[in-house]
C-alpha cells in the first residue's frame, strides 16, 4: 500500500514539474522510458537518452547488435538486440566483473575511475560472437560466445591496442588497427590473442586527418575506416583503399558540427573540491558533436550510421544517421547537406517492430536477480550486500568509507533525460553510530541524501561536494523515502524527503550537476551505505525504487491545423502566422490561405499554389536547446528567419546560440 501511495505522489510531483515547464506529457500507449521511435514511421536522435558511449554495431543476418563502453561499471559490456535499428532489448552483458586488483574493488584508497573497460570492437564469425575491448593498464581483452545471451568467456590478448578494430578478411584473416592518428595495421594469429611476427606497420601516418576510435571494414572488395577526432571540432574522418595495406586516402570528415542545436553545459575545472564550475555557453563549438561510430548495411540494402556526441552530464549518447554515399565516401547526413545529421527521420525500411526501451528502470527488488539495468560501482563485495536477507529489499552492509566515493557495494544506474526522477523507499533501522546510507549523484561534484546514525541520534543529511559542510537535521523516522529530481536542461537537481511515501519535502537547495572526466561517464543515480567511523557498521533495506521519466517523448510536439506564428527563439511574435497542415511521417506543409511556403533548389522561399511535393514539405523536429526545426525536403536544410522578416531553407543545422536564427518558436 505504502509503494502505491508514493507513486501516486511522485505522479503529482510531476505533474506540477510539468506544469512548471511548460511541457506536455504522452497519451498515447508507449513505454514509460524514453524511446527514440516515434509511433509514426519515423525517429528522433539520440537513440536513448542515457550515456552509451563508444558504441559499435554489427548486423547477423536479420539482426543487430550493439555494446559499448562502462568503465569501472560492474557488470559491464552490454549487448543489445534489435531488428530496426531503432528499438533495442537487453540481451546480456559480456563481462559480469573485472577483478584486476585492489583498486577494482576500492580497496586501499585506490580506485579505477576514469578507467576499466572500454572502446570495444564487436565483431562475428562462424557462428561466434567477439567484443574486443580496451583495459587499462592491461592487456586488451577478448570475450567470446556463440549466442549474444551467452555465456561469454573472457581470454586475455597479448597486447594492448588503443581504440582498436578488428576485421575479418574474406581470404580468413583477421586483421586489428589501433592507434590515435596514426594508423597501425597487423594480422591477427589463429588464436586470436597475439599479431603475427613481421605483420605490424603504420597505415596512416599521424598529420594525414585521422583520429582514434577506429572501426575497419571491408565493402565491395575496398577497405574502409571510420575515426574520430577530438583535436579541435569532433568530427569523423574517414579513410578508404584498395588494398588493406594502402596507399589510403583520407577524408576529413563524413561527420561534423552536428549536435543537434545543444547548448554546452557546466564543466569541471580543478581537481579538489570546491571546483570550478564553467556555466553553460550557448557560443560554444564543436565540443559536443557526434564522431565515434561507424556504418551498416541492412538487409534492404541501406546504409545507417550510428555515432556519440556529448550529452553533458547525462553522459555521451548514441545517434543514429542516414548515410548517403557520394564519390565513393558514406557521408552521413542527406543530399545537399551531407555531414549534417537530421535529429527526427524516417526509420529505416525494415519490419515494424514494437516500441521497446532496453531496460526497466525501477526495481522492487522482488526477484532472485538484480535488473539488468544495475551495475555496481567497481566490483562489489558479494558478503555485504542481499536480496534475499529480506525479501522484497535490497540489503546494503555499510562498510568503511570517507565518502561516497570510496563506498564499496554502492549500485547505481545510469540517469536518464531529459528530465527524471528517482526515488528510493529506505528502511534504516538497522543502522549502527557511523552509518549513512540513501540515494546519490555519482559524478563530480557528488552529491547526496541520506539517512545518519551518530552519538546524537539518527539525521537526515545532504552532501553536495561544493559546500564544505553537509546540511543536517535530526529525524526520528527509520522509514522514508528519499528523491531527486534532475533537469539535464538546466542540469540542476533537486533532493527531497519525505516520511509518508505522499508528501516530499525540498532538502536543501538545488545541486549542480556537471561534465567531468574523473569518472568518464555521466552522472548515475546511487544506493549506498558506509559507516564514516572506518568499521564495518548496520544494514540498510531498499524497499523500492522508481525512476520516472516525465518528459520521456521523443515525438516532436508539432501543432497539426493550428495557425502558429514561427519566430526564431527568444525574438517577440510578429507578422501573418502559416497553418501548420500534416502530411504524415512527422512533416508538414504551412500554409497561409491556399498558398504554401515554396523552397527552391538555392533555398530561396515564396508562397504559391499548394502542390505536393518536396518543396513545401518539411520535416519538424526540435532542438535539443529548445524550439522548432523545420527541415525542407528540397533541400535537406534548415528553414531560418532572415533580417528582413522573410525565409530561407539553407541553413544546415541550428547551433545553441541561434545565430542563424533556425531555432524557432511557435507558442
Known amino acids: 500500500m505504502m509503494r502505491r501511495h508514493a507513486l501516486r505522489a511522485l505522479g503529482t510531483t510531476l505533474a506540477l514539474a510539468l506544469l512548471a515547464t511548460g511541457a506536455t506529457a504522452r497519451t498515447d500507449p508507449k513505454p514509460t522510458g524514453w524511446t527514440a521511435d516515434n509511433g509514426d514511421g519515423t525517429f528522433t536522435n539520440p537513440l536513448f537518452f542515457d550515456e552509451f558511449s563508444d558504441p559499435d554495431l554489427i548486423r547477423v543476418g536479420d539482426d543487430f547488435y550493439l555494446t559499448g563502453t562502462t568503465m569501472h561499471a560492474m557488470p559491464g559490456l552490454p549487448v543489445l538486440r534489435s531488428r530496426d535499428l531503432v528499438n533495442w532489448t537487453f540481451e546480456s552483458y559480456a563481462m559480469d566483473r573485472l577483478d584486476l586488483g585492489p583498486a577494482y574493488r576500492l580497496e586501499g584508497g585506490q580506485n579505477v575511475y576514469g578507467k576499466g573497460i572500454w572502446a570495444p570492437s564487436f565483431r562475428y564469425r562462424d557462428g561466434i560472437f567477439y567484443i574486443f575491448s580496451n583495459v587499462n593498464g592491461q592487456t586488451t581483452q577478448m570475450f567470446t560466445a556463440r549466442s549474444p545471451k551467452g555465456p561469454w568467456t573472457r581470454t586475455a590478448m597479448k597486447r594492448s591496442f588503443h581504440d582498436l578494430s578488428v576485421?575479418?578478411?574474406?581470404?580468413?584473416?583477421?586483421?586489428?588497427?589501433?592507434?590515435?592518428?596514426?594508423?597501425?595495421?597487423?594480422?591477427?594469429?589463429?588464436?586470436?590473442?597475439?599479431?603475427?611476427?613481421?605483420?605490424?606497420?603504420?597505415?596512416?601516418?599521424?598529420?594525414?586527418?585521422?583520429?582514434?576510435?577506429?572501426?575497419?571494414?571491408?565493402?565491395?572488395?575496398?577497405?574502409?575506416?571510420?575515426?574520430?577526432?577530438?583535436?579541435?571540432?569532433?568530427?569523423?574522418?574517414?579513410?578508404?583503399?584498395?588494398r588493406i595495406t594502402g596507399p589510403w586516402e583520407v577524408n576529413p570528415a563524413i561527420s561534423r558540427d552536428e549536435d543537434f542545436g545543444e547548448t554546452a553545459g557546466y564543466r569541471v575545472g580543478g581537481t579538489t573540491p570546491p571546483?570550478?564550475?564553467?556555466?553553460?555557453?550557448?557560443?560554444?563549438?564543436?565540443?559536443?558533436?557526434?564522431?565515434?561510430?561507424?556504418?551498416?548495411?541492412?538487409?534492404?540494402?541501406?546504409?545507417?550510421?550510428?555515432?556519440?556526441?556529448?550529452?553533458?552530464?547525462?553522459?555521451?549518447?548514441?545517434?543514429?544517421?542516414?548515410?548517403?554515399?557520394?564519390?565513393?565516401?558514406?557521408?552521413?547526413?542527406?543530399?545537399?547537406?551531407?555531414?549534417?545529421?537530421?535529429?527526427?527521420?524516417?526509420?529505416?525500411?525494415?519490419?515494424?517492430?514494437?516500441?521497446?526501451?532496453?531496460?526497466?528502470?525501477?526495481?522492487?527488488?522482488?526477484?532472485?536477480?538484480?535488473?539488468?539495468?544495475?551495475?555496481?560501482?567497481?566490483?562489489?563485495?558479494?558478503?555485504h550486500w542481499s536480496l534475499t536477507a529480506r525479501p522484497g529489499a535490497l540489503r546494503l552492509t555499510a562498510l568503511p568509507a570517507g565518502d561516497i566515493l570510496q563506498a564499496r557495494n554502492t549500485l547505481t544506474?545510469?540517469?536518464?533525460?531529459?528530465?527524471?526522477?528517482?526515488?528510493?523507499?529506505?528502511?534504516?533501522?538497522?543502522?549502527?553510530?557511523?552509518?549513512?546510507?540513501?540515494?546519490?549523484?555519482?559524478?563530480?561534484?557528488?552529491?547526496?541524501?541520506?539517512?545518519?546514525?551518530?552519538?546524537?541520534?539518527?539525521?537526515?543529511?545532504?552532501?553536495?561536494?561544493?559546500?564544505?559542510?553537509?546540511?543536517?537535521?535530526?529525524?526520528?523516522?527509520?522509514?522514508?523515502?528519499?528523491?531527486?529530481?534532475?533537469?539535464?536542461?538546466?542540469?540542476?537537481?533537486?533532493?527531497?524527503?519525505?516520511?509518508?511515501?505522499?508528501?516530499?519535502?525540498?532538502?536543501?537547495?538545488?545541486?549542480?550537476?556537471?561534465?567531468?572526466?574523473?569518472?568518464?561517464?555521466?552522472?548515475?543515480?546511487?544506493?549506498?551505505?558506509?559507516?564514516?567511523?572506518?568499521?564495518?557498521?548496520?544494514?540498510?533495506?531498499?524497499?523500492?525504487?522508481?525512476?520516472?521519466?516525465?518528459?520521456?517523448?521523443?515525438?516532436?510536439?508539432?501543432?497539426?491545423?493550428?495557425?502558429?506564428?514561427?519566430?526564431?527563439?527568444?525574438?517577440?511574435?510578429?507578422?501573418?502566422?502559416?497553418?501548420?497542415?500534416g502530411l504524415g511521417l512527422g512533416r508538414v506543409a504551412l500554409l497561409r490561405g491556399d498558398m504554401a511556403l515554396t523552397v527552391a533548389a538555392d533555398g530561396a522561399t515564396r508562397l504559391a499554389p499548394r502542390a505536393d511535393g518536396p518543396a513545401q514539405s518539411f520535416q519538424w523536429m526540435e532542438s535539443l536547446s529548445g524550439g522548432a526545426m523545420l527541415m525542407s525536403l528540397a533541400t535537406h536544410r534548415y528553414l531560418r528567419a532572415t533580417e528582413d522578416g522573410g525565409w530561407r531553407a539553407d541553413s544546415p543545422g541550428a547551433t545553441a546560440d541561434n545565430r542563424d536564427r533556425?531555432?524557432?518558436?511557435?507558442r
Do not use: C
Open 275 to 383: 571546483f570550478r564550475l564553467t556555466p553553460p555557453d550557448p557560443a560554444a563549438r564543436g565540443g559536443l558533436s557526434l564522431h565515434q561510430g561507424g556504418i551498416v548495411r541492412t538487409p534492404a540494402g541501406e546504409w545507417w550510421g550510428w555515432s556519440m556526441f556529448e550529452g553533458n552530464s547525462v553522459g555521451r549518447l548514441t545517434a543514429l544517421s542516414p548515410v548517403t554515399w557520394k564519390d565513393g565516401w558514406p557521408w552521413f547526413g542527406l543530399p545537399g547537406n551531407l555531414g549534417r545529421t537530421p535529429r527526427t527521420w524516417v526509420k529505416p525500411k525494415l519490419p515494424v517492430q514494437p516500441i521497446v526501451a532496453p531496460y526497466r528502470r525501477s526495481d522492487s527488488f522482488d526477484a532472485a536477480v538484480l535488473q539488468p539495468i544495475w551495475q555496481w560501482n567497481h566490483v562489489p563485495d558479494d558478503r
Open 167 to 242: 576485421l575479418f578478411d574474406d581470404d580468413g584473416k583477421a586483421w586489428v588497427i589501433w592507434g590515435y592518428q596514426d594508423i597501425h595495421l597487423a594480422e591477427l594469429d589463429a588464436r586470436l590473442t597475439d599479431i603475427v611476427p613481421g605483420s605490424e606497420r603504420i597505415i596512416i601516418a599521424k598529420g594525414a586527418g585521422m583520429g582514434e576510435g577506429s572501426h575497419l571494414y571491408k565493402i565491395d572488395g575496398r577497405y574502409y575506416i571510420t575515426s574520430a577526432e577530438w583535436s579541435g571540432p569532433f568530427r569523423m574522418p574517414a579513410a578508404r583503399a584498395d
Open 413 to 581: 544506474q545510469r540517469a536518464v533525460g531529459p528530465v527524471s526522477v528517482a526515488t528510493v523507499e529506505i528502511d534504516g533501522a538497522g543502522l549502527k553510530p557511523g552509518d549513512v546510507a540513501g540515494l546519490a549523484l555519482l559524478n563530480r561534484p557528488y552529491g547526496w541524501a541520506g539517512l545518519a546514525r551518530d552519538a546524537s541520534g539518527l539525521a537526515l543529511m545532504l552532501r553536495d561536494e561544493q559546500r564544505a559542510a553537509p546540511l543536517r537535521q535530526p529525524i526520528a523516522a527509520t522509514h522514508l523515502w528519499l528523491q531527486v529530481a534532475a533537469d539535464f536542461r538546466s542540469e540542476k537537481a533537486q533532493y527531497r524527503w519525505s516520511t509518508d511515501g505522499r508528501h516530499f519535502t525540498d532538502l536543501g537547495s538545488p545541486v549542480t550537476m556537471a561534465y567531468q572526466l574523473m569518472t568518464f561517464q555521466g552522472v548515475r543515480y546511487g544506493l549506498f551505505a558506509f559507516n564514516r567511523d572506518g568499521r564495518t557498521g548496520g544494514v540498510a533495506d531498499m524497499l523500492d525504487v522508481t525512476v520516472a521519466e516525465p518528459l520521456a517523448e521523443s515525438r516532436p510536439a508539432i501543432p497539426y491545423d493550428r495557425t502558429v506564428r514561427l519566430r526564431p527563439v527568444g525574438a517577440p511574435a510578429a507578422g501573418e502566422g502559416f497553418r501548420v497542415v
Open 662 to 666: 533556425s531555432r524557432l518558436d511557435w
